[in-house]
């Protein structure tokens, strides 16, 4: 691996430490962005071999994906059979074909076993032994052609999986950097939550003062997301119920709510409907309420008197409803010490039966990218120090995954 390859490889995260990818790059515009999702793809440990088809080349200059992934690319298949090398049934074969940005006509010849350029040569050679994901890039009349269509639900039988694309400006634009890699996590990651099914909640909830202005706090969702996204790359089958303004998520079960009434319904419906294996209750949820809620905007300018009441006690119903259920409960405190933080989230396991609690400072956690907790049990407690959101997720799900 070059120098700067070594310089950036695995800074993001491990999760594709050891995987080999092959990123395929047929001859649309969006190959222009190829250069930024192989750095991104080193990032999080895999190692890159771009192939490129002759329309690709040029787009994007071969140098500049050998400087991407610090690796010689395939330019055209030669006597060194380049396309067995890198996708041939033997031990030192790719863990994945990502072929991205794929035009209609690349979608097509792949579909129809053509194999004509390097592109569609690697993809005939890696299709009875190695995952195969697309990431379509096209003008939108061209994306809904019916043969399109059929030869995108053809490969998607036998298979193959599509990433996007997003419809803007009349175009079916290749999906965005982030979108890609975590389906590609997602397909090459560990499944030690193959099988459990896992309920998140995650944001800040809405109280309505009129139909404009509401209580509510500072919690971005940040946490919950991480927390549901890196449940789905192990495996999980995930709900989130997430509050309306929290960050966005990849997660492909989601349910958008903003009063604690919605958010204690959602969890109602679910424990009810399902059976779940694991909840999570992450969201930052309002303790009152107004006891009474303008229908039209108050006026300014006068002195406002507010009557608050309590707000039910979301985490007190999960086990009601779920007695076998795995629960994790969240407690933020503003301006206290470790003792009273720690004696805080027993009183929760004491009342709510939680299994474990994860408490912290708000003053750190909230809108924050980072995270300090404790882990808290009944009969113990660990400090998680300092660290991204993301990181904390994985240490989350790793002690989780211990215990059951």
């Keep these: 691996m070059l120098h700067h390859v070594e310089l950036i490889h695995a800074t993001k995260s491990k999760k594709l430490l050891g995987k080999k990818i092959v990123l395929a790059i047929p001859g649309s515009i969006a190959a222009v962005e190829c250069v930024k999702l192989a750095r991104e793809l080193i990032r999080h440990g895999a190692e890159v071999h771009a192939v490129m088809s002759e329309s690709a080349q040029k787009i994007v200059h071969p140098y500049a994906m050998e400087f991407a992934t610090g690796n010689k690319v395939v330019t055209e298949i030669t006597g060194f059979i380049e396309h067995v090398e890198l996708c041939g049934e033997h031990d030192k074969k790719a863990d994945l074909v990502l072929v991205c940005p794929a035009t209609a006509n690349t979608i097509s010849k792949i579909a129809c076993g053509i194999d004509d350029t390097p592109v569609t040569t690697v993809v005939t050679t890696a299709f009875a032994h190695t995952p195969i994901m697309i990431a379509p890039a096209m003008h939108a009349t061209m994306y809904e052609h019916p043969i399109v269509k059929e030869n995108i639900e053809k490969l998607k039988r036998v298979g193959v999986e599509f990433i996007g694309p997003r419809f803007e400006e009349g175009k079916a634009k290749v999906a965005s950097i982030d979108e890609i890699i975590y389906y590609v996590i997602k397909k090459l990651h560990k499944k030690d939550l193959e099988g459990k099914r896992v309920l998140i909640t995650a944001g800040a909830t809405r109280e309505y003062l009129d139909p404009i202005r509401f209580i509510t706090n500072k919690s971005s969702g940040k946490m919950g997301v991480a927390l549901a996204e890196e449940a789905e790359l192990r495996g999980a089958e995930v709900t989130l119920i997430k509050t309306k303004g929290s960050v966005p998520s990849f997660v492909e079960n989601q349910i958008e709510v903003e009063t604690v009434e919605e958010m204690l319904q959602a969890i109602e419906s679910e424990l009810k409907s399902k059976e779940y294996d694991i909840v999570i209750l992450a969201a930052a949820v309002s303790d009152f309420t107004p006891k009474e809620k303008a229908q039209k905007k108050i006026k300014s300018g006068k002195e406002l008197i507010l009557e608050l009441v309590p707000t039910p006690k979301i985490i007190q119903r999960v086990k009601e409803i779920a007695p076998d259920v795995f629960l994790v409960g969240f407690k933020a405190e503003y301006g206290v010490g470790e003792e ?65």
């Design 340 to 404: 009273e933080l720690i004696a805080q989230a027993r009183r929760q396991i004491e009342k709510a039966k939680s299994d474990v609690v994860i408490a912290n400072r708000g003053e750190v956690a909230f809108g924050s990218e980072v995270n300090e907790v404790y882990w808290i049990t009944g009969e113990s407690y660990e400090k998680l120090p300092l660290m991204s959101k993301r990181e904390l997720a994985e240490k989350i799900w790793d002690k989780i995954v211990g215990i059951l």
